[in-house]
């Protein structure tokens, strides 16, 4: 069985996203919400590409997903990677993420969950 995903452990992916230069944004979906990471990397360094690219979906495999989602954004098969390489403004959505994870992320973060 799972393990409920607390304010600390809202505070720990927060803090974790943080350490590695992501800002935390939140959407909800209805019932169902999306998770957003983003971070700026310098123009045209894939290194830096690479690296945010792999850190965002560490992070982002961290939330309980109790509902049907993907992930998407500036990944890298798509052209969104493309767009995010060289302008250095990388982002990555996960959608499914529990209502309770958000309300705690929220919480956590100081940020009311935008509806879209």
Not at 77 to 90: C, E, F, K, P, W
């Amino acid at each position: 069985m799972a393990q409920p995903f607390t304010t600390q452990s809202a505070e720990a992916f927060v803090q974790e996203c943080g350490d590695y230069g992501f800002r935390v944004a939140l959407r909800s979906f209805g019932s169902r919400g999306a998770q957003v990471v983003e971070v700026t990397t310098a123009p045209g360094t894939a290194q830096a590409y690479m690296l945010a690219d792999s850190r965002a979906h560490s992070l982002l495999g961290q939330l309980p997903r109790p509902y049907p989602g993907t992930v998407w954004g500036s990944t890298s098969g798509s052209v969104g990677g493309h767009a995010a390489l060289t302008s250095g403004d990388y982002h990555l959505c996960v959608s499914g993420v529990g209502s309770r994870a958000l309300r705690v992320i929220a919480k956590a973060t100081g940020q009311e969950v935008a509806a879209r």
